[in-house]
């Protein structure tokens, strides 16, 4: 399996982004997709989660009625939305594929891809 993230740039506080992250190599629709990001001198941290089905999406609190995640099983790709951005948003942006049912939280996917930069100015 492989992932590619794009989308990532340099914003305004208060802009959007898109990002995307195309899986190849094996049947995208069987996957439960993740985002995470991880931001200078911390941890990485869970965004959002959305099944296979495209139902149940997850979003970290700090993150809810800002970001949106959503999946295209005809195009391989999940996206991740992001409105409102915020200076604090600033991170290499992760999308993670994983094939199990998993706690909407956990880190523990098996396959991770190679990170998009988001930067958001004040």
């Known amino acids: 399996v492989q992932l590619q993230a794009s989308g990532g740039g340099l914003v305004q506080a208060g802009d959007f982004l898109r990002l995307s992250c195309a899986l190849s190599?094996?049947?995208?629709?069987?996957?439960?997709m993740g985002w995470f990001r991880q931001a200078p001198g911390k941890e990485r941290e869970f965004v959002a989660a959305i099944s296979w089905s495209g139902g149940n999406p997850y979003y970290a609190d700090s993150v809810k009625d800002r970001f949106t995640i959503s999946r295209d099983n005809a195009k391989n790709t999940v996206y991740l939305q992001m409105n409102s951005l915020k200076p604090e948003d600033t991170a290499v942006y992760y999308c993670?594929?994983?094939?199990?049912?998993?706690?909407?939280?956990?880190?523990?996917?098996?396959?991770w891809g190679q990170g998009t930069q988001v930067t958001v100015s004040s």
């Open positions: 993670a594929a994983d094939l199990g049912i998993l706690p909407p939280t956990t880190p523990n996917y098996f396959h």
């Open positions: 190599g094996r049947t995208f629709s069987r996957y439960t």
